[in-house]
């Protein structure tokens, strides 16, 4: 599948993002090559393989132990907070 230059700019738009006019074509070229690597992993014969319930069936992944391993810094990383009220940061309202 091929990018268009309008395409890019529209999903630019859409996530929000600055493009300059240098790098629109490298987006709308790397954007299109990953695209059609999606469509060639779409286009592989999956239908004879059984789902996987886990992906280490049969096997355990080993987990490390519930254990507290920082101690409570939050009075430390509030000194630079602007306002603080009851161990909690205060942020200006946003929605009216």
């Known amino acids: 599948m091929s990018l268009t230059r309008k395409d ?7 996530a929000r ?7 629109l074509p490298v987006y709308t070229d790397s954007l299109s090559k990953i ?10 014969e999956t239908g004879e393989i059984e789902p996987m319930a886990h992906p280490l ?14 101690r409570d810094q939050h009075a430390k990383f509030q000194q630079n907070a602007p306002a603080v009220a009851g161990a909690l940061y205060v942020v200006p309202k946003v929605i009216e």
């Not at 890019?8 to 859409?14: F, M, N, P, R, T």
């Not at 993002?17 to 790098?23: G, M, N, P, R, V």
């Open 8 to 14: 890019v700019e529209g999903i630019a738009h859409l």
């Open 57 to 70: 069936e049969g096997e355990s992944q080993r987990l490390r132990p519930d254990a507290v391993t920082e």
């Open 35 to 44: 695209l059609s690597f999606v469509e060639q992993l779409g286009a592989a």
């Open 17 to 23: 993002l600055e493009i300059t006019e240098a790098e």
